[in-house]
């Protein structure tokens, strides 16, 4: 039973209607997720759906915990406990939607492939929807539901493929062996999450830990063949790869600390496949200090 939900800051909240407060008194029929979405059942078909985001977490407190500091968001509280949001930094970007139905939910999808639970004739179908590169399809969530940006390093890793390849250019072996790379990844960090939580609300949640082979772990030995992780920075985002299991050798250039080269620099995985000149990549709009629309540049290799 959701006995009370405290909201200390307002934007988190991005529906009006059915109200939030709507939910108070109503017991939980089941908890699932869509997507990166955490969702919270309720009677009469209304849903609960919150996006953590990239610095949101969720932690288990004594019931009644109080809301103290700029970065707790929500407590939603319940006989045994409370549960409570936070959000690191000052970015805002935490989200809160309430929803009705299947319709409801529906509006949230982004409409990527439950890799889990797909054939690999489905995996290749999604794969094969645009020519994207295989780092930016993993984690766009049209495309797949899910994946984030360390657990796709992972993926593509354990599939020994480079995350500059285009999905376009894959064989069938290729695709194969990144399908079940994906299915192995995710199969092993969610029972080694579990293992590690042992029935206890998982606290410390990161997407940086010393079991992964690349994510997290530029410049540390690969575990399969002894080469520096290398790494490529983009936004907030830092993408890791092993040369050389991963592009043949190739080092691609982490230019994201020149002064001279930031403004210049792409700022998402889109900007990234304009600048590398992806076949039928949109460009975006010139901006200050920036390449002009159509920039087709290859990033700069080393060695």
Same mark, same amino acid.
């Given at each position: 039973m959701l006995e009370a939900l405290r909201i200390a800051h307002p934007f988190l909240v991005r529906t009006v209607d059915p109200p939030v407060e709507a939910l108070a008194g109503e017991p939980v029929t089941a908890v699932g997720r869509l997507g990166k979405r955490i969702v919270l059942s309720f009677p009469r078909d209304r849903h609960l759906a919150l996006h953590l985001m990239i610095a949101g977490r969720l932690h288990w407190r004594e019931r009644g915990a109080a809301l103290r500091g700029r970065s707790m968001l929500l407590a939603l509280d319940f006989a045994g406990g409370t549960l409570v949001l936070s959000e690191a930094g000052t970015k805002r970007r935490a989200a809160l939607h309430v929803v009705r139905g299947a319709a409801g939910l529906a509006s949230l999808d982004r409409g990527g492939l439950e890799v889990l639970a797909a054939s690999p004739s489905e995996f290749r179908a999604a794969l094969a929807r645009a020519n994207h590169t295989l780092k930016r399809a993993l984690t766009d969530p049209r495309i797949f539901a899910g994946i984030g940006?360390?657990?796709?390093?992972?993926?593509?890793?354990?599939?020994?493929?480079?995350?500059?390849?285009?999905?376009?250019?894959?064989?069938?072996?290729?695709?194969?062996?990144?399908?079940?790379?994906?299915?192995? @990844?995710? @199969?092993?960090?969610?029972?080694?999450?579990?293992?590690?939580?042992?029935?206890?609300?998982?606290?410390?949640?990161?997407?940086? *830990?010393?079991?992964?082979?690349?994510?997290? *772990?530029?410049?540390?030995?690969?575990?399969?063949?002894?080469?520096?992780?290398?790494?490529?920075?983009?936004?907030?985002?830092?993408?890791?790869?092993?040369?050389?299991?991963?592009?043949?050798?190739?080092?691609?250039?982490?230019?994201?600390?020149?002064?001279?080269?930031?403004?210049?620099?792409p700022r998402s995985l889109e900007e990234w496949e304009e600048e590398i000149g992806v076949p039928g990549a949109t460009p975006s709009p010139s901006t200050p200090g920036r390449r002009g629309a159509g920039s087709s540049r290859t990033p700069r290799r080393r060695g």
């Open positions: 940006n360390a657990y796709s390093d992972e993926i593509l890793h354990a599939a020994r493929a480079s995350p500059f390849a285009l999905t376009g250019s894959l064989t069938d072996l290729e695709t194969e062996r990144l399908y079940q790379a994906t299915r192995a @990844t995710l @199969t092993s960090w969610i029972a080694r999450l579990e293992a590690q939580a042992g029935g206890r609300f998982p606290e410390g949640v990161t997407a940086f *830990r010393p079991e992964m082979a690349v994510h997290g *772990r530029y410049g540390r030995p690969c575990p399969v063949c002894g080469a520096a992780v290398q790494r490529v920075r983009y936004a907030e985002h830092e993408m890791n790869y092993c040369a050389r299991c991963q592009t043949g050798g190739r080092v691609f250039a982490d230019r994201a600390l020149s002064r001279l080269l930031k403004a210049d620099w």
